[in-house]
DNA sequence: GAGGATTTGCAAACGATTTGCAACGGCCAA
DNA sequence: TTGGCCGTTGCAAATCGTTTGCAAATCCTC
């Protein structure tokens, strides 16, 4: 078994939560595939038809909250999911203006940066994470 | 009239669009407000009861295309609209995890960044934007 | 393997957004 | 200023992604 896949199964036994076909099926098209997908995708890529589409969505909910995955908006209708940073590693994403194709790229600008301090003003906030997404061609 | 609306308004001119009631105040209401508005909340605020909500989102498209506006998503199901940079500047948004609410940030931690060198690889990406949210509380 | 709690499949409900179409209203030419 | 053309609007219905209620199936503990 995948190591990534065994770590998140302790994770929900550990919070009370069930180990079940359709949860592993939905980490293992995550964690085969290297670019965020659609909980449509998800479901087509299962290989299993009796799985339901409701299960990927409250799987991937599941997941969402306790930080298994990342769940991105880019634009088009649709959301998208990935592995979280703690499975996949922090990276962020190039979205091509014109096709629409995403691709990871894992340097990150903002590495290393205080961001409370470069912004300035805003005191009461405290930055937990952060999203950075490039658009162009 | 407020400069940036007689910009916009030759723009759209010179784009071949009209000038309508439903867009010149779908565009009143975003230079009127300080943070990014969901639709149906501008819709609200038109004041002009006759203007339907099919209206306010084809004039965001538009808007949208013609670079005017920029769209937000930002986790709730609905999309947020504001003016583009070109009318009110470059700027980033920091979103409360807890209750939502969002802020606007007008220092940029990546100003004056070469991005395209910061991220290495992918040399056939041409960035043209960005899109930076910081979640926190 | 049995029991109880958690999950699932299914189908219907939902909210945001889009669309077809006839009526309307900007905008240019006269 | 007026007439008319073409883009734009209002309306209502359709669509899309996502969520939900409920009974049946599955998982986990003992």
Chains 1, 2 share one sequence.
Do not use: K
Not at 3 to 30: K, S
Not at 48 to 76: E, M, Q, W
């Amino acid at each position: 078994m995948i190591p990534e896949i065994d770590r998140i199964r302790t994770l929900l036994t550990a919070a009370g939560c069930a180990w079940t076909r359709p949860r592993a099926q939905v980490l293992a098209v995550l964690t085969a595939v290297a670019h965020p997908l659609r909980v449509e995708e998800i479901h087509r890529r299962l290989g299993d038809p009796r799985i339901n589409l409701s299960s990927v969505y409250r799987a991937l909910h599941l997941f969402h909250r306790l930080n298994v995955v990342r769940r991105l908006l880019l634009g088009d209708g649709a959301a998208r999911y990935e592995l979280a940073e703690a499975y996949r590693g922090h990276h962020h994403h190039l979205v091509c203006d014109a096709c629409g194709r995403i691709e990871d790229v894992s340097r990150c600008p903002l590495e290393g940066r205080d961001l409370g301090a470069a912004l300035g003003a805003a005191a009461a906030f405290a930055v937990r994470s952060h999203s950075l997404e490039l658009f162009g061609l």
